[in-house]
Nanobody
Framework: QVQLVESGGGLVQPGGSLRLSCAASGFTFRLYVMSWYRQAPGKERELVAGITSAGASLNYADSVKGRFTISRDNAKNTVYLQMNSLKPEDTAVYYC???????????WGQGTQVTVSS
């Protein structure tokens, strides 16, 4: 059974930090590109950051460059998103995605809420 379980969300003040985790099971994690997306109320889901199977960062949304860092630990089947200098506009539900385009395989987590507010 494939599972992607996000954790680490919560309420934080502007300027604060959070570290999101996404624990994977049920598939060969090390073969998959991992990404973080987010969706704010009334907006479309958008890509935040992606990382290759080998751990090279693929891309970041312009709005988070220099503040967020994606990383992964293939031994722990986990991908992380370190979020620093958080802003109210970072408020959203954050989702992780696993994708392996060569075999048309894609999985999503259930999401974790991040709220940035004073």
């Amino acid at each position: 059974q494939v599972q992607l379980v996000e954790s680490g969300g919560g309420l934080v003040q502007p300027g604060g930090s959070l570290r999101l985790s996404c624990a994977a099971s049920g598939f060969t994690f090390r073969l998959y590109v991992m990404s973080w997306y987010r969706q704010a109320p009334g907006k479309e889901r958008e890509l935040v950051a992606g990382i290759t199977s080998a751990g090279a960062s693929l891309n970041y949304a312009d709005s988070v460059k220099g503040r967020f860092t994606i990383s992964r630990d293939n031994a722990k089947n986990t991908v992380y998103l370190q979020m620093n200098s958080l802003k109210p506009e970072d408020t959203a539900v954050y989702y992780c995605k696993a994708e392996r385009t060569t075999v048309y395989s894609r999985y999503w987590g259930q999401g974790t809420q991040v709220t940035v507010s004073s």
